[in-house]
């Protein structure tokens, strides 16, 4: 009798619990925190009390008279006359945002990139970045000699008439913004940000505010990836839990060492199997399976004393046993099976006999 050492789902379980709630927790933490940040909408949203968000701009904008059309699609989009805000215009089909510039009185865009500035404003280049910090207008542009100093950064560019270090850019009927945390709720009451943000945006009683969002049938068909198009605090969550999961991994992962010998659970004895295997065959009554185990094993021993392979046939077998001792002993190696116990111990008399023999 044997003694299964597998391990059953208890045993599983409690081995297992312990990760699999730290996991469990770790994740739930993730998408808590996730949600939290992203509850705001995307960056400059005039719906979004976030601090990145525009609601305060909008509600300042609405106070001074302008009629705020917030837009999350450029669908039916026609902004003819007004002034246009466009938030991440790298999402927006080129085509699509040089249509819309086009039908505009003035266009802002927040940070472009290089094939939105082509599409709009190709007399403006992008240059290096820029950090977030007070800066001096420096320039002559009314809006900027207005608010005088800003909080202001993210992307320098180069054109005929910049201000504010290159953090704003302006080509004809486009005005470039390197960054939108000037605009922000968080940032709007610091320096003359409010006022900047006031004499860009609120110069024509009509501001159409465009969010660029998922479905809009406008985006950049086959460039923007699904990466681009999720909030930040998303795939900050998500870098959160694989950090963790790899971190859990390297705390219950097995050490590779040298080989331990462990002591077996139970040790048999081979006398004890053997008489355990034939209380069975007696039990079921299978005298031919034991005499066919019997004969099968004595055949193995005989090839092996008399030189022949594990493959040999009975005809060659026979022949070196005759050669050997004389007789035939083809019915006793491979005759039929026997009837009865008392038939099987003679059988098993009778081999081990005759090994004897061919041993001498």
Known sequence: MSTSVSPDARTVWRAVRTPAL?????????????????????????????????????RL??????????????????????TLLVTDPDLVDPATLSRLAGQAAHVVLVEPGDEALTAVAPAVSRENGLAVTTREPGCALAAATAAGPVTIGGTGYQARRTCYDGAIAQSGRVTVVGGPQAFGNDALGEQGNAALALRLL????????????????????????????????????????????????????????????????????AAETVEGRARLYRRAGATGHAADALRRASLGRLRGRLGLGADAGPQTVLAAIA???????????YGPPPEGDAALVRLADALDALENEVRQ
């Open 22 to 58: 730290i996991v469990l927790l770790v994740c739930a933490a993730g998408i808590v925190l996730a949600l939290a940040r992203s509850a705001g909408g995307p960056p400059l949203d005039p719906r979004s009390a976030d601090p990145a968000g525009g609601r305060a701009l909008a």
């Open 61 to 82: 904008l609405d106070r001074q008279g302008v009629t705020v059309e917030p837009t999350y699609t450029s669908a039916g989009l026609r902004p003819a006359g007004a």
């Open 202 to 269: 609120g110069e024509r009683q009509r501001l159409v505010w465009y969010v660029p969002s998922a479905g809009d049938p406008g985006l950049a068909g086959g460039q923007e990836s699904l990466y681009d198009l999720l909030p930040g605090a998303w795939v900050f969550g998500a870098v959160q839990a694989g950090v963790a999961v790899v971190l859990l991994a390297l705390w219950r992962a097995r050490r590779l060492g040298p080989v331990v010998t462990e002591p077996l659970p139970v040790v048999v004895r």
């Open 323 to 333: 050669a050997r001792t004389g007789r035939d002993v083809g019915p006793l190696l």
